[in-house]
Protein backbone atom coordinates (compact mmCIF):
# COMPACT_ATOMS: atom_id res chain seq x y z
CA UNK A 1 0.00 0.00 0.00
CA UNK A 2 1.03 3.38 -0.56
CA UNK A 3 0.66 6.44 0.94
CA UNK A 4 0.49 9.93 -0.04
CA UNK A 5 2.37 12.59 1.48
CA UNK A 6 2.61 16.48 0.56
CA UNK A 7 5.33 18.51 0.26
CA UNK A 8 5.56 21.99 0.27
CA UNK A 9 5.49 22.35 -3.59
CA UNK A 10 1.86 20.53 -2.99
CA UNK A 11 2.83 17.61 -4.54
CA UNK A 12 1.56 14.39 -4.05
CA UNK A 13 4.35 11.62 -3.28
CA UNK A 14 3.96 7.75 -2.97
CA UNK A 15 5.46 6.75 0.10
CA UNK A 16 5.77 2.65 0.43
CA UNK A 17 4.47 1.58 3.55
CA UNK A 18 6.54 -0.83 5.45
CA UNK A 19 5.46 -4.54 5.91
CA UNK A 20 5.90 -6.15 9.14
CA UNK A 21 8.21 -9.21 8.11
CA UNK A 22 6.86 -12.57 9.83
CA UNK A 23 10.37 -13.05 11.61
CA UNK A 24 9.39 -10.06 13.61
CA UNK A 25 6.37 -12.12 15.05
CA UNK A 26 6.96 -14.53 18.39
CA UNK A 27 4.39 -16.88 19.80
CA UNK A 28 5.38 -16.88 23.60
CA UNK A 29 2.00 -18.83 24.20
CA UNK A 30 -0.28 -21.11 22.64
CA UNK A 31 -3.60 -22.38 24.35
CA UNK A 32 -6.50 -23.81 23.74
CA UNK A 33 -8.20 -20.64 22.47
CA UNK A 34 -6.02 -18.07 21.66
CA UNK A 35 -2.16 -17.59 21.35
CA UNK A 36 0.00 -14.79 23.23
CA UNK A 37 1.92 -13.35 20.72
CA UNK A 38 5.01 -10.53 20.45
CA UNK A 39 5.36 -8.10 17.62
CA UNK A 40 8.20 -6.24 16.78
CA UNK A 41 7.50 -3.78 14.04
CA UNK A 42 9.71 -2.30 11.35
CA UNK A 43 11.36 0.73 11.48
CA UNK A 44 9.17 3.75 9.93
CA UNK A 45 5.70 2.42 10.79
CA UNK A 46 3.72 3.98 12.79
CA UNK A 47 0.48 2.81 15.42
CA UNK A 48 -1.52 4.83 13.34
CA UNK A 49 -0.75 3.24 9.65
CA UNK A 50 -0.62 0.11 11.39
CA UNK A 51 -4.00 0.63 12.35
CA UNK A 52 -5.40 2.19 8.90
CA UNK A 53 -3.62 0.04 6.70
CA UNK A 54 -4.54 -4.00 7.86
CA UNK A 55 -2.66 -5.05 4.36
CA UNK A 56 1.13 -4.44 6.40
CA UNK A 57 0.61 -7.50 7.77
CA UNK A 58 0.24 -9.71 4.42
CA UNK A 59 4.10 -11.03 5.30
CA UNK A 60 3.15 -12.46 8.30
CA UNK A 61 0.00 -13.62 7.07
CA UNK A 62 1.79 -15.94 4.49
CA UNK A 63 3.82 -17.94 6.57
CA UNK A 64 1.43 -20.90 8.08
CA UNK A 65 3.28 -20.83 11.80
CA UNK A 66 2.79 -17.39 12.73
CA UNK A 67 -0.17 -16.31 10.64
CA UNK A 68 -2.52 -14.05 12.83
CA UNK A 69 -6.08 -15.92 14.15
CA UNK A 70 -9.42 -13.89 15.35
CA UNK A 71 -8.81 -13.94 19.15
CA UNK A 72 -5.23 -13.54 19.14
CA UNK A 73 -3.98 -11.47 21.92
CA UNK A 74 -0.73 -9.10 20.75
CA UNK A 75 1.49 -7.00 22.26
CA UNK A 76 2.87 -5.26 19.86
CA UNK A 77 6.40 -3.34 19.81
CA UNK A 78 7.44 -0.15 17.99
CA UNK A 79 11.02 -0.07 16.38
CA UNK A 80 13.31 1.61 19.39
CA UNK A 81 11.19 -0.63 22.35
CA UNK A 82 10.08 3.11 23.54
CA UNK A 83 6.37 2.50 23.46
CA UNK A 84 4.55 -0.59 23.32
CA UNK A 85 0.78 -1.78 22.98
CA UNK A 86 -1.51 -4.40 23.23
CA UNK A 87 -4.60 -5.38 20.67
CA UNK A 88 -6.58 -8.36 20.01
CA UNK A 89 -7.10 -10.04 16.08
CA UNK A 90 -10.58 -9.43 15.80
CA UNK A 91 -10.38 -10.24 11.99
CA UNK A 92 -7.95 -11.25 9.31
CA UNK A 93 -6.97 -13.28 6.03
CA UNK A 94 -4.30 -14.11 3.71
CA UNK A 95 -3.59 -10.17 3.01
CA UNK A 96 -4.64 -8.47 5.98
CA UNK A 97 -5.59 -8.11 9.74
CA UNK A 98 -7.74 -6.05 11.58
CA UNK A 99 -7.30 -5.29 15.53
CA UNK A 100 -9.47 -4.15 17.94
CA UNK A 101 -8.84 -3.15 21.97
CA UNK A 102 -5.92 -1.19 20.90
CA UNK A 103 -3.87 0.38 23.89
CA UNK A 104 -0.30 2.17 24.06
CA UNK A 105 1.99 2.37 26.62
CA UNK A 106 4.90 4.41 26.68
CA UNK A 107 7.97 3.24 28.46
CA UNK A 108 9.43 6.85 29.00
CA UNK A 109 12.83 7.38 31.14
CA UNK A 110 11.58 5.10 33.80
CA UNK A 111 14.17 2.13 32.97
CA UNK A 112 17.02 3.96 33.77
CA UNK A 113 15.11 6.82 36.29
CA UNK A 114 16.05 6.34 39.78
CA UNK A 115 12.55 6.88 42.09
CA UNK A 116 13.36 6.64 45.51
CA UNK A 117 16.93 5.74 47.74
CA UNK A 118 18.35 6.19 51.28
CA UNK A 119 21.85 6.33 52.36
CA UNK A 120 22.24 2.47 51.46
CA UNK A 121 19.49 1.76 48.15
CA UNK A 122 17.75 2.59 45.75
CA UNK A 123 14.64 2.13 43.67
CA UNK A 124 14.18 2.07 40.28
CA UNK A 125 11.91 0.51 37.33
CA UNK A 126 14.20 -2.87 35.41
CA UNK A 127 11.71 -3.43 32.70
CA UNK A 128 10.03 -5.62 34.82
CA UNK A 129 8.67 -3.85 37.83
CA UNK A 130 10.29 -1.89 40.87
CA UNK A 131 13.11 -3.50 41.84
CA UNK A 132 15.86 -2.22 44.80
CA UNK A 133 19.52 -2.62 44.43
CA UNK A 134 22.13 -1.44 46.82
CA UNK A 135 24.36 1.12 46.26
CA UNK A 136 27.52 0.58 47.12
CA UNK A 137 28.01 -1.78 43.83
CA UNK A 138 24.80 -1.73 42.17
CA UNK A 139 23.29 -5.70 43.12
CA UNK A 140 19.70 -6.53 42.94
CA UNK A 141 18.89 -6.60 46.72
CA UNK A 142 15.87 -8.91 45.74
CA UNK A 143 14.47 -11.62 43.23
CA UNK A 144 11.53 -10.96 42.21
CA UNK A 145 10.53 -7.34 40.98
CA UNK A 146 7.81 -5.14 42.53
CA UNK A 147 4.24 -3.96 40.63
CA UNK A 148 4.25 -0.36 42.48
CA UNK A 149 7.15 1.66 43.61
CA UNK A 150 5.55 1.93 46.98
CA UNK A 151 5.67 -1.46 47.54
CA UNK A 152 9.38 -1.23 45.84
CA UNK A 153 10.19 1.32 48.68
CA UNK A 154 8.18 -1.18 51.62
CA UNK A 155 10.75 -3.44 50.45
CA UNK A 156 14.16 -0.76 50.44
CA UNK A 157 12.89 -0.21 54.14
CA UNK A 158 12.87 -3.76 55.16
CA UNK A 159 16.38 -4.76 53.77
CA UNK A 160 17.46 -2.24 56.79
CA UNK A 161 18.42 -4.23 60.46
CA UNK A 162 15.80 -3.75 62.63
CA UNK A 163 17.14 -1.14 65.88
CA UNK A 164 17.98 -2.90 69.30
CA UNK A 165 15.70 -1.69 71.90
CA UNK A 166 17.97 -1.16 74.82
CA UNK A 167 17.78 -2.70 77.76
Not at 94 to 110: C, H, N, P, Q, T
Amino acid sequence: MKVAEKSKDVEVKEVELPKIDWRRVVVNAAGQCWRDIQVNLPEGLTWQQMMDEPTVWSKVQKNSNVALMAGDRLVLKNYDQSEEATAVVCGCNFEMVRLVGFRKYSYDARSTEVAASDHKFYCKFDGQGWSVYRKEDDVRMLQSSHSSLELAKSAMFKLHPAKQAAF
